[in-house]
């Protein structure tokens, strides 16, 4: 997916609400683009994808805050999220049960709703 | 310090200037150790550091290594009841063993014949350091971080490691707080053994999915006198 030219940073939608986990385990999650410049863990080939989460594990510093010095929080919710590899990179995977798993902070996801997805 | 006493003006050709890359002191360090030694010393004149707390932190760095989760695999094999703990909460069934996990949480992704775990960071070098030691170099390779997402099977069969067509492959992009280890499949042919006796089949490769464990028979078998006398 070619992002650019990359547009000036936009705000995370309202959903994204700093405390607590707002997803659970079996939801299925999109990931936004939020555009953001610098210390940012989500890597750029997650990003658009539908996955779901297999784990919640915790609330922790979020590194775009800590990476330019600000360490009083917000604190975000942090999930562990499984693509299919057919999902992420197009195409038959390998095998059909081949997926990636990979940790994702709470305001680069949106939920999708199970029925219209 | 000399570093720079010989004269350049005879020696314009490009092939010395591509020498000039590499800048070492009569010591040999590099540029990199020679900038790390200069702030070093500055921090220590300026009384921020004592001259060896920079060696201890990094003794502290370099102290643990493979053994460290070679004995948590191994304990895993050798008692279900340990495995489910593991598998359920990493830092504290390392704990049980005395074997304190730095990070925020240790997740334990077990292989099956119907699934192979591997993992990779595919930002950085994000790495279950505290009971693997550091990273082996390929791991921070660009390549490696790369491939393993997109075409994990074929990095695998680099490593010499062929996986059946019906197992499927589960990638772990370690790009957050959590680590990640992986629990190998125990090999067959160790019924009986004791956990130091099976912590002696498990690699750093097994544990970062890269490699299968140790067969019993390789280990096991009569050392070569090569081996014996390198």
């Known amino acids: ?117 | 310090m000399r570093t720079h006493d010989h004269d350049h003006s005879q020696n314009q050709s490009p092939l010395h200037e591509h020498d000039a890359l590499v800048a070492e002191d009569e010591a040999g360090n590099l540029l990199g150790q020679q900038m790390v030694d200069a702030l070093q010393a500055i921090l220590v004149r300026k009384g921020v550091l004592s001259p060896g707390e920079v060696g201890l932190e990094i003794q502290k760095l370099e102290a643990p290594g493979t053994h460290l989760g070679a004995r948590i695999v191994a304990r895993a094999w050798y008692d279900p009841a340990y495995r489910s703990r593991l598998l359920r909460d990493g830092k504290s069934a390392a704990a049980e063993l005395d074997i304190k996990v730095g990070e925020a949480q240790l997740v334990v992704v077990e292989n099956t014949p119907a699934e192979h775990n591997v993992v990779v960071c595919t930002l950085c070098s994000c790495y279950p350091r505290s009971i693997l030691g550091q990273p082996p170099s390929w791991y921070i390779s660009k390549a490696y971080r790369a491939r393993t997402v997109r075409e994990p099977a074929a990095v695998l069969a680099e490593f010499g490691l062929y996986l059946p067509d019906d197992t499927a492959i589960c990638t772990h992009d370690s790009t957050a707080d959590m680590r990640f280890l992986v629990l190998p499949m125990r090999p067959t042919g160790t019924e009986g053994w004791t956990c130091e006796q099976l912590s002696r089949l498990v690699t750093r490769d097994s544990m970062i999915g890269v490699a299968q464990p140790l067969s019993p028979d390789a280990h096991l078998a009569p050392k070569t006198a090569a081996e014996e006398h390198p």
């Not at chain 1, 990359?6 to 683009?33: E, K, M, Q, Y």
């Not at chain 1, 360490?71 to 197009?90: I, N």
């Open chain 1, 1 to 117: 997916m070619d992002r650019r030219p990359v547009p000036p940073a936009i705000t995370p939608p309202a959903t994204a609400r700093p405390f607590g986990p707002r997803f659970d385990i079996g939801d299925l999650v999109r990931v936004i683009d939020l555009r953001k410049p610098g210390h940012v863990r989500t890597p750029d080939y997650v990003i658009g994808h539908l996955g779901e989460v297999i784990q919640r594990c915790g609330l922790f510093l979020n590194p775009e805050d800590l990476s330019v010095g600000i360490t009083h929080g917000p604190v975000v919710a942090l999930y562990r999220v499984r693509f299919p590899m057919a999902e992420l990179w197009g195409g038959p995977a390998r095998h059909p049960r081949d997926t990636l798993c990979i940790e994702l902070y709470d305001h680069w996801l949106e939920p999708v709703d199970k029925v219209t997805r």
